[in-house]
């Protein structure tokens, strides 16, 4: 593959793919043979290359580990029919990277290289996509803060890795949510935009302390008021309510998701009326009791879609309706398939074949 950049290859010679069952393949915990790694010092990327998967080895005193300098995204890769590598939207997430990037004082990764790294790396690890329905390969760009020193200010260096690993369709049914008044995972003018380490970092004790009380999710509100909508766990969330689909604005304290900007333009496309606003409690609460709320849901690249099958609010657990109310949702989520496998017409773009 002849690019713009002179990207070097070290294949394995310890491919671990015939070790790996593909029939069962807990998210996470597999990956493929190889990674692309690009290193920025002296204020340029240098030395891009798709290596074995393999350790980092750095200083205790690096950089990221203790201020939290890092970033990434997560996208997945499939393979059509004719054994062509489709990938779903990765322009959209090396834009995302480079608007995470800018607000944690992060270089900017070149679009094109990017792309071109990502490209060689699914080409060279091809048959790690797994063919079986349903599953892909899963795709985990990411940059950390990599100079030794401990002072703060932003690093001088980084690293920029991309590697990959076959997962299941991720499925773990539905879930029951708890609307989250106390704790926030980000505030307007933070970094909840980002895709960032420390975004995560502030939601596992109280994901913790929901599962505790047997709520596999939270429903994040915001941190002014309490009163609003912003995220379900690390998806973006979505009501329907009266046959309109509404879900809160992306700003500073929520993050734009693909899954949500693909639903949404979907969705629109098809005639349904979205309503991209604040949406609180309130009026959730009392679209329920009218019978007016049809689904909730929230919204990523992980699960696509995750049906909120119980909201519990101030001491009630309040049930969603699910069965036929769900068709909206159900068809979203079936029209979305079928595009990034290249089954169906392509109306707006999003689906990139890799080029041999
Ligand atoms: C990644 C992420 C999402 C979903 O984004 P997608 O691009 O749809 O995968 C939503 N919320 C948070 C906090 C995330 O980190």
Redesign the pocket.
Known sequence: MAGKYNILVEKTKNSKISETNFDELEFGSVYADHMFVADYKNDEWVNPRVVPFQNLSMSPATSVLHYGQSIFE??KAYKNEKNEILIFRPEA?AK?LNRSGERLCMPEFPEDLFMEGLSLLLKIDEAWIPPKPGNSLYIRPFMYASDEFIGVRPSKTYKFIIFTGPVAGYYKGNVNVLVETNYV?AAEGGI?FA?SGG??AASLLPAKLAGEKGYQQLLWTDSKEHKYFE?SG???IMFQIDGKLITPPTGTS??A????DSIVTLARDWGVTVEERKIGIDEVIEALKAGKLEDAFG????AVITHIDVIHYNGTDYALPGGEKRSLSERISAALNEIKLGHSEDKFGWVYKVKV
Request: no cysteine.
């Open positions: 997560g996208m997430h995302r995972r909840g895709k975004n995560y995220e690390t998806m973006n929520i993050l998701g693909i899954t949500r919204t990523g690249t992980a």
